[in-house]
């Protein structure tokens, strides 16, 4: 059973940090994109962030370069996501995703449940 379970989030001030993991399980991780993506309220999806199967490449939207880091641990199945100077407008929930595909079958995408990320004071 694939599985993409976040946590992490919660309610931090204006200018505080935090980091969100998601594990995964039920699918080869290593073979694997993940990517960060967040929706607030009222709100299209956006994209946050985005790390390469093996963890050798990365790409942020420049609204989010400088404050946030993606990362992974392959042999953990994780993948994480390093918030700092967070601001208001930073509050939505955020959400894992998976892309890739198992040798010989079609490229498929997982998403996990979210976790909600608040800033405000």
């Known amino acids: 059973q694939v599985q993409l379970v976040e946590s992490g989030g919660g309610l931090v001030q204006p200018g505080g940090s935090l980091r969100l993991s998601c594990v995964a399980s039920?699918?080869?991780?290593?073979?694997?994109?993940m990517t960060w993506y967040r929706q607030a309220p009222g709100k299209e999806r956006e994209l946050v962030a985005v790390?390469?199967?093996?963890?050798?490449?990365?790409n942020y939207p420049d609204s989010m370069k400088g404050r946030f880091t993606i990362s992974r641990d392959n042999a953990k199945n994780t993948v994480y996501l390093q918030m700092n100077s967070l601001k208001p407008e930073d509050t939505a929930v955020y959400y894992c995703?998976?892309?890739?595909?198992?040798?010989?079958?079609?490229?498929?995408?997982?998403w996990g449940q979210g976790t909600q990320v608040t800033v405000s004071s």
């Open positions: 995703n998976a892309r890739g595909r198992e040798p010989g079958f079609r490229e498929v995408d997982y």
């Open positions: 039920g699918f080869t991780f290593s073979r694997y994109v």
């Open positions: 790390i390469s199967a093996a963890g050798g490449s990365t």
